[in-house]
């Protein structure tokens, strides 16, 4: 969307499958965690362990037009394999605001406009692998 500004890449859509695992189609994403990301998962779940992830799949859902039907989060422990798997229902109002943050960052970009950053310091570990680190670091 945006002319391309925002942009993912859904790790699928499954669009059928034992009765048992639908309704169909469906948002798929899975992620690869460590012991101490996947045990905050299953005590927490996805919206308060992954506001990222939840995040990322309210808008995969949204421009995908998947909202009739709860994405399939799941995730690998890379310590010993296990699987973790939730139902996410569609977050409308969730997702507009997530939206909405997009076009307001895509806006001050274009304008030259610097919005606040994520964090005080740029060894902080969202900002090492930013792409834009350099443009916002060497403002400051």
Request: hydrophobic content about 40%; charged content about 25%.
């Amino acid at each position: 969307v945006l002319d391309g500004r925002v942009r993912g890449h859904a790790d699928g859509v499954f669009v059928g499958g034992p009765d048992e695992f639908g309704p169909w189609p469906r948002l798929w994403e899975n992620k690869v965690l460590g012991n101490k990301g996947f045990g905050s998962l299953e005590k927490d779940r996805l919206k308060k362990a992954y506001p990222v992830y939840y995040a990322q799949i309210q808008l995969y859902m949204a421009y995908f037009q998947l909202t009739d039907n709860p994405a399939l989060f799941t995730a690998v422990n890379a310590n010993d394999m296990e699987i973790y798997a939730e139902d996410v229902p569609f977050d409308a109002p969730h997702a507009q605001e997530m939206s909405d943050k997009a076009v307001l960052v895509v806006r001050a970009s274009a304008a030259g406009d610097m919005l606040p950053r994520v964090a005080q310091r740029e060894d902080w570990f969202e900002c090492v692998w930013c792409s834009f680190k350099k443009r916002c670091w060497s403002q400051s």
